[in-house]
C-alpha cells in the first residue's frame, strides 16, 4: 500500500472511531484530548495531537520539537468525544524527518504541561545522563510535575497561561498527570 500522509493521523482516526462506537453503544458520553507518535521503518517520526496533552522531542541535551496547545480559550481544550465540536480534522500534525540514536520522545497530559516548562523537562532527562531508561525518565518527570503541582510558589505554565488570560493561579496546578516516554537506542528504532 502507499505510505499514508501522516500514520499518527489514522491511528487517532481509528481510536476515535473505536471509541464512538463503544460509548454509543454502551449509552456512554466523556471526551479526550489525544497526543500519538509512531515512528515509521524510514526513522521518521509522525506526530498527531489534539487539545492539550503534548509532545516533546529531545535531541543532544536540547528541546527539538514541543506540539503547540489548542484551545477555545483559557483551560478550555480542544477535545474529541460525544457531543463535541472537534475532529481529527482539527487536530495538529508533526513530522520529523530522521529521529536518531539517544532522541528522547516525552508525551504526556496536560497535567504534565501545565506543570514543567520544556526546558525543565530536558534538564530532569540531562540529570538522569544519556544512559538512563524510558521508564527512570517517566518517573522522575511524573513526580517532579506532581511536586510542582502542589507548590503554590513555583512558576509553572500554567500560571503564565492564567496570566495572559487576565487569571490569577499562582504556582502548580494539580490534575491528572500521564508520562510516557520512547527513547530511541539506534537510529531509527526505539
Known sequence: PAKMQNPARYLLSKAVEGMLKITSDM???GSTTAVAAIL???SSLSIVNVGDSALVVLR???VLLKTTEQTFGFNWPF?????CRNTVEDAMFYEIPEMKKGDVVILGSDGLFDNLFPGEINNLVKQ???NASAASIAKKVALEAKCTSEDRT???PFQV???EAG???PGGKRDDITVVVGKVIEDGSL
Not at 477535545?79 to 457531543?83: A, D, K, R, V, W
Open 27 to 29: 449509552g456512554m458520553v
Open 154 to 156: 513555583r512558576r509553572t
Open 79 to 83: 477535545q474529541l468525544g460525544t457531543n
Open 128 to 130: 538522569l545522563g544519556k
Open 167 to 169: 487569571r490569577n493561579h
Open 161 to 163: 497561561a492564567a496570566e
Open 40 to 42: 515509521q521503518k524510514d
Open 60 to 62: 543532544n541535551d536540547q
